[in-house]
Antibody, heavy 116, light 110 residues
Framework: QVQLVQSGAEVRRPGASVRLSCKAS????????MHWVRQAPGLRLEWMGW????????KYSQNFQGRVTITTDTSASTAYMELRSLRLEDTAVYYC?????????WGRGTLVTVSS | QSVLTQPPSVSAAPGQKVTISCSGN????????ISWYQQFPGTAPQLLVF???ERPSGIPDRFSGSKSGTSATLDITGLQTGDEAHYYC???????????FGGGTKLTVL
């Protein structure tokens, strides 16, 4: 079965960077795009960007332009999301989600806490 | 970033039917498939409906979706207390080239 296993919780200071991982299994990694979505406490889902896992081409939300980079290691069936210049308001749970039949499989999420 | 419009909350009694609406425009719902997601507190969203009205395997037929023009709805029949969750609609926005979500609707089963 399809599984997306995300890396563990992270704590960062404002201004720092964080890199999260999402390891896929149970399907051919390069056949489905991967999205990253975050959810701040008590708030709605917020789309950050996605990557064509076959070509490596990524597209980002303008809300994160210049601060986020999504990459893949196809040999490891893993997608990565790096967010830079962290702010207090970046505290959220970050999800990866496979795009096959829309966002049909989601990771369990990684909590990123930004605190001074 | 555009946001699809959902009611903040809906409620109904066990066994009844509830409808959750999702409103957008021609750049998102009007020209793309819509999907619906269920999220329980502390857990990841789960796909309920894709391509407007298709259900992934394992999703009961009590959940059904439809779309008309720039709006979509999710119907849940035979409500159960276990259906209490947040529900989000989502689709692609052609003008922004981004995925957009609704603000979410909290379902309470009275």
């Amino acid at each position: 079965q399809v599984q997306l296993v995300q890396s563990g919780a992270e704590v960062r200071r404002p201004g720092a960077s964080v890199r999260l991982s999402c390891k896929a299994s149970g399907y051919t990694f390069s056949n489905s795009a991967m999205h990253w979505v975050r959810q701040a406490p008590g708030l709605r889902l917020e789309w950050m960007g996605w990557i064509n896992t076959g070509t490596g081409s990524a597209k980002y939300s303008q809300n994160f332009q210049g601060r986020v980079t999504i990459t893949t290691d196809t040999s490891a069936s893993t997608a990565y999301m790096e967010l830079r210049s962290l702010r207090l308001e970046d505290t959220a749970v970050y999800y990866c989600a496979r795009d096959w039949e829309d966002l049909d499989n989601w990771g369990r999420g990684t909590l990123v806490t930004v605190s001074s | 970033q555009s946001v699809l419009t959902q009611p903040p909350s809906v409620s109904a009694a066990p066994g009844q039917k509830v409808t959750i609406s999702c409103s957008g425009n021609t750049s998102d719902i009007g020209n793309n498939y819509i999907s619906w997601y269920q999220q329980f507190p502390g857990t990841a969203p789960q796909l309920l409906v894709f391509d407007n009205n298709e259900r992934p395997s394992g999703i009961p037929d009590r959940f059904s979706g439809s779309k008309s023009g720039t709006s979509a709805t999710l119907d849940i029949t035979g409500l159960q207390t276990g259906d209490e969750a947040h529900y989000y609609c989502g689709t692609w926005d052609n003008s922004l080239s981004t995925w957009v979500f609704g603000g979410g609707t909290k379902l309470t089963v009275l």
